[in-house]
């Protein structure tokens, strides 16, 4: 990858840039509107939001003010666990669009995998919101569907009944928590990972092995976190509210991290954690 508009192909031949810009956390009103419009002018095409996050009608507004064409935009949400099975998912597929203010998304997810621990029917439950998710792909409302936060085993269930593939996992994914075993299952089934939190939702930032590796390339830890994930074929969603920040998250196509540096940041302690995990079953607000 050697600009921010480079992109993955996915498992049905979609394109999707890059390097996406998260809205996790982000205020609703002109916050998350003022960082929509700064990322889009900073060269970002690939905009990440979610129902739960309450600002989808912020980041629609922050689309339309952007001054680029909405097919220029990739543009994702994702489905909360309030709205399982079949009907609702389609329901709620179809409010995120009005928030969103467009008649269509590039990529629409399942924020969490229904668990074991929380559903004794957790397979059918995953399997009938699917079904919903299938329905609007064929239906042209989406144009590819996926998943998030799915370990390998709610993907090997899932697989049992989906008619199509997820061509997307969105995991948490930054250094010193990793996940390997489901990123190398993703790959192994030709599902591209995101990162969500590639920062550790800025707990890395003061790491003392990454400002050392940042130094020596004159960048910031920032900059050494996303281009991590890159170079770990994971597409990184950075996300910030200030506009220096927004524009220094895409200075990261000028360097290259060598392979030693690469296997220090992968044999970091665990450490950065969100402390949600999927089989714990989040509770209903993030």
Not at 90 to 115: C, G
Not at 152 to 163: F, I, Q, R, V, W
Not at 236 to 262: G, Q, W
Request: hydrophobic residues 35%.
């Amino acid at each position: 990858m050697n600009k921010l508009t480079d992109a993955y192909t996915l498992n049905n031949g979609v394109e999707i840039p890059c390097i996406g810009f998260g809205t996790w956390q982000t205020p609703s009103g002109e916050t998350a509107k003022n960082s929509v419009i700064a990322a889009l002018k900073h060269g970002y095409r690939h905009i990440d939001t979610a129902a739960i996050y309450g600002n989808e009608e912020s980041v629609g507004d922050g689309m339309k003010a952007g001054g680029i064409s909405r097919e220029e935009i990739f543009l994702t949400t994702k489905h909360w666990v309030s709205e399982r099975g079949y009907e609702k998912t389609i329901a709620a597929a179809e409010a995120s669009l009005k928030r969103l203010k467009t008649d269509y998304l590039d990529l629409y997810l399942i924020h969490w995998p229904a668990v074991e621990k929380a559903d004794k029917n957790w397979k059918e439950t995953n399997a009938s919101t699917w079904r919903g998710f299938e329905k609007l792909y064929r239906d042209g409302k989406i144009r590819a569907i996926g998943v998030s936060n799915f370990l390998p085993e709610h993907l090997a269930a899932l697989s049992e009944t989906a008619e199509i593939r997820p061509t997307v996992n969105q995991i948490e994914f930054h250094p010193g928590y990793c996940q390997w075993d489901c990123v190398n299952w993703c790959r192994e089934h030709d599902i591209l990972v995101e990162a969500w939190s590639p920062l550790g939702c800025g707990r890395m930032l003061g790491d003392k092995t990454l400002k050392n590796i940042a130094e020596k390339y004159g960048k910031t830890v920032a900059q050494i976190c996303i281009k991590f994930a890159l170079q770990s074929g994971v597409l990184p969603l950075p996300k910030s509210t200030h506009e220096d920040r927004i524009a220094s998250n895409t200075k990261v196509f000028d360097f290259m991290l060598s392979d030693e540096d690469m296997s220090v940041i992968t044999a970091m302690p665990p450490s950065g954690m969100s402390g949600f995990y999927p089989e714990e079953a989040p509770a209903d607000s993030l």
